[in-house]
């Protein structure tokens, strides 16, 4: 069973997913706001108070990027 689920992500939603692919990075968290709706869609999970992508999200970023890239050309 293929159970996809196309998330309606505002941008900031967007640019919060993808700031999380590697948190080390920069050591910022994203707005407050923008988590707790990631989290509520189960694409992100805190733990230890640090946000992380979960497999889901992963997966929504991977399929989102051909749609996001179809936006701006």
């Known amino acids: 069973m293929n159970i996809d689920v196309d998330f309606d992500l505002s941008p900031d ?7 999380l692919r590697n948190p080390a990075s920069n050591g910022r968290l994203s707005k407050a706001y923008l ?3 990631l989290v509520k869609l189960g694409l992100v999970a805190i733990d230890d108070g640090v946000p992380a992508m979960t497999a889901t999200g992963r997966k929504v970023l991977v399929r989102g990027s051909c749609r996001l890239l179809d936006l701006v050309a």
């Open 35 to 37: 988590l707790e709706g």
């Open 13 to 19: 939603q967007w640019e919060a997913l993808k700031a």
